[in-house]
Nanobody
Framework: QVQLVESGGGLVQAGGSLRLSCAAS????????MGWFRQAPGQEREFVAT????????DYSDSVKGRFTISRDNARNTVFLQLNTVKPEDTAVYYC?????????????????WGQGTQVTVSS
């Protein structure tokens, strides 16, 4: 059974930094792209970042590009999301997801395994 467990969320002041982690088990982690998505209260879940199987290719939403960095450690079956220069509008539940594909993809339909989410709250 594939399982993803996020950690690292919390309360941070605007302009600060936070690092999210997502530990995977149950499927060959290094074969699949990984993604981060977020859902703010009353809003649809949206794409944040994705990274391909090797970690050499990544893609970001326009709203986080230049501030967030996705990375992965295949030896540790873990994907990370570094959040820098956070803004109040980054407040959301952040979800880690594992793709069905090796290439990085933005669309949620490409992901078949999801974590339970971790709350990130940015105070102004």
């Amino acid at each position: 059974q594939v399982q993803l467990v996020e950690s690292g969320g919390g309360l941070v002041q605007a302009g600060g930094s936070l690092r999210l982690s997502c530990a995977a088990s149950g499927r060959s982690f290094g074969n699949y792209a990984m993604g981060w998505f977020r859902q703010a209260p009353g809003q649809e879940r949206e794409f944040v970042a994705t990274i391909n199987w090797s970690g050499r290719e990544a893609d970001y939403s326009d709203s986080v590009k230049g501030r967030f960095t996705i990375s992965r450690d295949n030896a540790r079956n873990t994907v990370f999301l570094q959040l820098n220069t956070v803004k109040p509008e980054d407040t959301a539940v952040y979800y880690c997801a594992q793709s069905m594909y090796s290439l990085a993809k933005r669309h949620q339909v490409a992901y078949d395994v999801w974590g339970q989410g971790t709350q990130v709250t940015v105070s102004s």
